[in-house]
């Protein structure tokens, strides 16, 4: 099926979101860099299900998701996605997408600091609590876009 290629501006709930992960994904790279000097050579790279360290490492980024967020007409849709509907499934994808990426760049700091904290021994492990956080905190955004895709006539 044809899918255009809509250039559909930010809302402001969209730039508010990636004010505010961005924001805080930059704040935890200068934390890293001002702490740089402190860590040891392995950092935490990998936590188990009780948020406890199960392998060390070295860091490194991704950036799929920003990719993806700027490309909606290769996201998944229903076949009923026709001309009349395709802006606002393409809005509620994109949507979706961008809290889900800023979601993941706040807990991404939230991993950062306490990856620092752990690799300087002022704590043991990233807390049994993590997990449980991030698997609600990412479906929330998910079940919203289910729900309103549902919605789109």
């Known amino acids: 099926m044809y899918r255009p290629m809509l ?8 730039k508010i979101w990636d004010y505010f992960g961005g ?10 860099f001002v702490m740089w000097g ?7 790279g990998h936590f188990n299900g009780a948020g ?3 392998r ?3 860091k490194m ?18 076949a009923r996605l ?3 509907n395709v802006e606002a499934f393409y809005l509620n994808s994109r949507k979706g997408l961008n809290e889900i990426k800023n979601l993941c760049l706040i807990l991404f700091a939230a991993i950062s600091f306490q990856m620092i904290r752990i690799a300087l021994g002022k704590a043991e492990n990233i807390g049994w609590w993590f997990l449980p956080i991030v698997l609600i905190v990412i479906a929330i ?4 876009g289910i729900v309103a895709t549902t919605k789109i006539k």
């Open 61 to 78: 980024l991704w950036i799929l998701l920003v990719l993806l967020e700027k490309a909606p007409h290769m996201h998944n849709y229903p």
């Open 52 to 54: 406890e360290v199960d």
């Open 23 to 32: 924001g805080l994904f930059v704040l935890s790279i200068l934390y890293i």
């Open 7 to 14: 250039k559909l501006p930010k809302t402001k709930y969209e």
């Open 56 to 58: 060390w490492g070295s």
């Open 38 to 44: 402190k860590l040891p050579e392995e950092i935490p």
């Open 141 to 144: 955004p998910i079940i919203k």
């Open 82 to 84: 026709n001309e009349s």
